[in-house]
T-cell receptor
Framework: DTAVSQTPKYLVTQMGNDKSIKCEQN?????MYWYKQDSKKFLKIMFS???????INETVPNRFSPKSPDKAHLNLHINSLELGDSAVYFC???????????FGPGTRLTVL | GNSVTQMEGPVTLSEEAFLTINCTYT??????LFWYVQYPGEGLQLLLK?????DKGSNKGFEATYRKETTSFHLEKGSVQVSDSAVYFC????????????FGQGTRLTINP
């Protein structure tokens, strides 16, 4: 299936731990994004990469570090997790020149 | 900066009722406008979009018209079904640059049989 996929779907961890979320798209898109959805369902951009180059960084704490090993993958590493990091994280991708973003199924992160 | 405002939810309707979810935006330039839908426990799916003034996006019986004069993109459906129960997000993106999506706060819709 052609899609945007994320792993894991659920992640439960303790405060202070370091964790990673992975995203892969097989749509051949050039640009990938991370969005955060808080407990009130509000969605906000965090990062965007175009062809492995960071192009958006929206005042996210530097405990969050995105990494794009190639244009089909965009991973999100989070250091020293805090309670406020609990949220659903969505990956998305877009073909350069097009305006529609395609979203992954989300990763629900719970920090205890 | 760019922003999107949606009508506050939750919205509860009976099956076959007429639906309107209001959306207004503030943006520089000529944004593209979108409605995304999130079904319970799932990710975001594109429902419809419009890229220029007076364009009408439509899908699955839903429609929205890009109104530049009123900076609005209201979502409508003539006869809702129980399966339409979901959270609906209005969003915009500018045509230049990184094209990040700016979302409204979401409107939770519940359709009762």
């Amino acid at each position: 299936d052609t899609a945007v996929s994320q792993t894991p779907k659920y992640l439960v961890t303790q405060m202070g731990n370091d964790k990673s979320i992975k995203c892969e798209q097989n749509l051949g898109h050039d640009t990938m994004y991370w969005y955060k959805q808080d407990s009130k369902k509000f969605l906000k951009i965090m990062f965007s990469y175009n062809n492995k180059e960071l192009i958006i960084n929206e005042t996210v704490p530097n405990r969050f570090s995105p990494k794009s090993p190639d244009k089909a993958h965009l991973n999100l590493h989070i250091n020293s997790l805090e309670l406020g990091d609990s949220a659903v994280y969505f990956c998305a991708s877009r073909q350069q020149g097009a305006d529609t973003q395609y979203f992954g199924p989300g990763t629900r992160l719970t920090v205890l | 900066g760019n922003s999107v405002t949606q009508m506050e939810g939750p919205v509860t309707l009976s099956e076959e009722a007429f639906l309107t979810i209001n959306c207004t935006y503030t943006a520089t330039g000529y944004p593209s406008l979108f409605w995304y839908v999130q079904y319970p426990g799932e990710g975001l799916q594109l429902l419809l979009k419009a890229t220029k003034a007076d364009d009408k996006g439509s899908n699955k019986g839903f429609e929205a018209t890009y109104r530049k004069e009123t900076t609005s993109f209201h979502l409508e459906k003539g006869s809702v079904q129980v399966s339409d129960s979901a959270v609906y997000f209005c969003a915009l993106t500018n045509s230049q640059g990184a094209q990040k999506l700016v979302f409204g706060q979401g409107t939770r819709l519940t359709i009762n049989p």
